[in-house]
């Protein structure tokens, strides 16, 4: 069943979106990519999402998987064979643990290690993705530096570590693109 | 070594119920201490010090936040003693699992909150909203005995723990589920007919009641 199509419905300019496209690429899993247009979603979307109505969806074998947080567990628990690409701790214990930050979104919890699972990026690294390269246009609209090197350092050298991998460097949406883009929502 | 398990809760919370069911469907003993939300121990604050709220299930001192995480915590850590699994080992229906479980708390709690705080349009809207949500959930069921298929698991957990609410939601808002969604309410029935379930959910009218005092405290009438 590893073997059948995955396919992904998403929007550029969606940090979910994102948070599906750098686990499929952590675990090495080939995809097509499908842009859809909010103003006119196409028929699949609102077939495999009638909920929702949302991207990402993830289509695997011709059935949907909807909901970020539901697709990553879900890649995660399929795509399983090689322990050197699992983005979840084994223990169960911690397994919460970090279930409960991908969960929670706003606070952070870094300690002294390099990413949040350790010294390789998981699941909750790609949840906080967005804040590496989507707060960005946003404080630059609004006018405040909110992530700076000197107000949280640990956050800030996690956003620069994080960019800094190569799953990610390659899989960003253009800056420029994203604060047109950001400027636009905003009016 | 005996595994100690404690559970804080309380008992009118539909999260802290699924926390109970999940622990009598597993068959696992535990301590439960009841909190008083308007004034929370000194433990809770310690276990969960990022929401201040329950449910938290301590397990050997470690404390473990956010019902569905507990849930699927129990089912993992005590998978090989015998008992029921509540989530599918295969991955697509576990999502599926995930997926429903995710749409009652984003949905149903919000519009069940608005329910008992609004009046007027805004109630309405409510119910409205409210309906519309279970409707979409017994669709879902269609003609399973349980969201998980024959057996009772974890999309049931997420769910039943709401009826109990019911009585509330429907005293509030003037209406009657059972007329709306009768084959959700026969789901119902038959989960109450198991024994975690009974024993794990509150007495609807007791609920009802902390609610008329929630109202009356924060000037909801």
Known sequence: MEESKVIVH?????????????????????????????????QSLLEYNPVHKKVPVLVHGGRPVVESSVILEYIEETWSDDPLTSLLPSDAYERSVARFWIDFGQHVALGGKKFFDGNRLGLVDLSYGWLAHWLEPIQELVGVKVLEPNTLPRLYQWTIDFKHEPVIKDNLPDSKALLEHTTRQRK | MADEVVLLDTFFSMFGMRARLALAEKGIEYEYKEENLGDKSPVLLEMNPVHKKIPVLIHNGKPVCESLIIVQYIDEVWKDNNSPSLLPSDPYQKAQAR?????????????????????????????????????????????????????????????????????????????????HCPKLMEWVKRCMEKESVSKSLADPKKIYDSILVFKKKHGFE
């Not at chain 1, 969606?14 to 103003?39: N, T």
């Not at chain 2, 007027?120 to 298929?149: H, M, P, R, W």
């Open chain 1, 10 to 42: 998403g929007f550029w300019a969606s940090a979910y979106v994102y948070r599906v496209i750098w686990a499929l690429k952590l675990k090495g899993v080939k995809y097509d990519y499908i842009e859809e247009d909010f103003s006119n979603k196409s």
């Open chain 2, 99 to 179: 997926f429903w479980a995710d749409f009652v708390d984003k949905k149903l709690y919000d519009a069940g909150r608005r329910l008992c705080t609004t009046k007027g349009d805004e109630l309405e809207t409510a119910k409205k909203d409210f309906i519309e949500v279970l409707k979409l959930l017994e669709a879902e069921l269609g003609e399973k005995s349980y969201f998980g298929g024959e057996n009772f698991g974890f999309g049931d957990v997420a769910l039943i723990t709401y009826s109990n609410w019911f009585y509330s939601y429907e005293t509030c808002g003037n209406f009657s589920v059972e007329e």
